[in-house]
């Protein structure tokens, strides 16, 4: 079983940055790739960006691909334990709460191939 933990939630005001990250604990031997969503209430969830262990595949969504970057520590060789998000040009539209969510498989912007999602980290953009 892997643990998820996300860090980085706030406030920022509308253009700013800000950077989220994500802890990884447990059997994260089995894990390939970690990514985010992202879901506000009664919204649908929404597939924010991915990253896999290998190659450094990354995939992200089209409405945030331009703005936001992910990557993963880079201490060891396909090190998958800590995973960081920066969001840059934030906008109103991108208030929400982001989950960390992980696969054993490559990236993927449906959410029934992620196995684990952490508690979620709440980020208001202000206008």
């Known amino acids: 079983q892997v643990q998820l933990e996300e860090a980085g939630g706030g406030l920022v005001q509308s253009g700013g940055s800000q950077v989220l990250s994500c802890a990884a604990s447990?059997?994260?031997?089995?894990?390939?790739?970690i990514g985010w969503f992202r879901q506000g209430p009664g919204k649908e969830r929404e597939f924010v960006a991915a990253i896999s262990r290998k190659e450094d595949r990354v995939k992200y969504a089209d409405t945030v691909k331009d703005r936001f970057t992910i990557s993963r520590d880079n201490a060891l060789v396909n090190a998958l334990n800590t995973v960081y998000l920066q969001m840059n040009r934030l906008k109103p539209r991108d208030t929400t709460v982001y989950y960390c969510v992980a696969t054993f498989f490559k990236p993927s912007d449906s959410a029934d191939s992620y196995v684990s999602w952490g508690q979620g980290t709440q980020v208001t953009v202000s206008s």
């Open positions: 447990g059997h994260t031997a089995s894990i390939s790739t």
